[in-house]
């Protein structure tokens, strides 16, 4: 069955780096783009970042534009997600989520298959 599943969240300073990674299983995973989200509490999901399926074009939020940086590895079938300078206005929990072939952008509803999620903390 197709599954997402997140990882690397935890506590992090303000100002560190985290690396959450998105592990993917039961369908082709090359032939899918891959985006990232989170959702804090009492807010709408927010779309991060995407990556294509070819990695031949990305997308970033404002929010994160600068300080995050998307990336896959097909033979692994596993999307990355290097987060640094984190701020206190980061913590949410992050998710993973795939549609066919190119990003849509950051609206969630255009997005197919989703993982659990993975919290981030941010704090000192």
């Known amino acids: 069955q197709v599954q997402l599943v997140e990882s690397g969240g935890g506590l992090v300073q303000p100002g560190g780096s985290l690396r959450l990674s998105c592990a993917a299983s039961?369908?082709?995973?090359?032939?899918?783009?891959v985006g990232w989200f989170r959702q804090a509490p009492g807010k709408e999901r927010e779309g991060l970042s995407c990556?294509?399926?070819?990695?031949?074009?990305?997308y970033y939020a404002d929010s994160v534009k600068g300080r995050f940086t998307i990336s896959r590895d097909n033979a692994k079938n596993t999307v990355y997600l290097q987060m640094n300078s984190l701020k206190p206005e980061d913590p949410a929990v992050y998710y993973c989520?795939?549609?066919?072939?190119?990003?849509?952008?950051?609206?969630?509803?255009?997005?197919?298959?989703w993982g659990q999620g993975t919290q981030v903390t941010v704090s000192s």
């Open positions: 989520a795939s549609r066919s072939y190119y990003c849509s952008g950051p609206n969630p509803n255009d997005y197919d298959y």
């Open positions: 039961g369908f082709t995973f090359y032939y899918y783009a």
């Open positions: 990556i294509s399926y070819t990695a031949g074009s990305t």
